[in-house]
């Protein structure tokens, strides 16, 4: 079972809730500038700090929480 400890900090196809972008959305050039994020349920910028964790440390759950 994948937990939020196995999401990396930066979205990339490392990560185990990524997927390649449906063809319509990559382009022609298909440089995957964008991953699909299934744990989001929408497509995120490659390479960027991770939306999901972002979220979770805003709200107060999971890794990434700010110390008082």
Do not use: W
């Amino acid at each position: 079972m994948t937990t939020d400890a196995d999401i990396p900090e930066f979205c990339g196809f490392d990560c185990p809730y990524a997927d390649f972008p449906p063809a319509d959305s990559a382009g022609l050039c298909r440089t995957m500038a964008a991953v699909q994020c299934n744990k989001l349920g929408k497509l995120v910028d490659k390479n960027t700090p991770c939306q999901y964790l972002r979220i979770r440390s805003q709200t107060g759950r999971g890794r990434g929480r700010k110390k008082k």
